[in-house]
């Protein structure tokens, strides 16, 4: 490009020179933003009485946790022919774990939070375990024992089969769970 050519942006034309950066947000500079006709804006000063505003807004809000696992490709046997529970085939989970507030976002422990590599090892050894004709009984299966083993509000799980014994081509054929605590 020349050094002085005009290159476009979503905010219009701005020149570009080799070696500069492009186009920056308002304010990047560290000055205060300019008008069309050129004049700057005055900044904005926080008073005291905001900043503890908003200090506590930030003590009011609160932090909902979601864990989400997505693809874990495990071998086994499903579905409802006879030739898929003997042979067996992949199947693709995606679970999606809703903690709720956890104390892990501001200790930063991994005690105060779900493991996700532990769920995941167990929702394998669920899928491994035992048969199911269908992939609703197996999403269902592996809801209910996170909700029994984890404090969770709510879970989701999703079984997919990338690979489905239908005679018609397809991506994947799944079916998803969405199971939330019995009070």
Known sequence: MDEHEREPTDEGLTERRSGERGPQPPGADGQGDTDFAGQEEPEHEIGAEEELEGEAEEEDSLESVTIEISGLSIYTHHGVSDAEREVGQRLVLDLRLEL???????????????DYAEVCQLVTLIAQQRSHRTLERLCSTIADRLLADYVLEGVWVKAAKPEPPIPLPVDEVSVEVWREPVE
Do not use: H, K, L, P
């Not at 709720?100 to 779900?114: H, K, Q, Y």
């Open 100 to 114: 709720g507030e956890t104390d892990a976002t501001a200790t930063d422990r991994i005690e105060d939070t779900v």
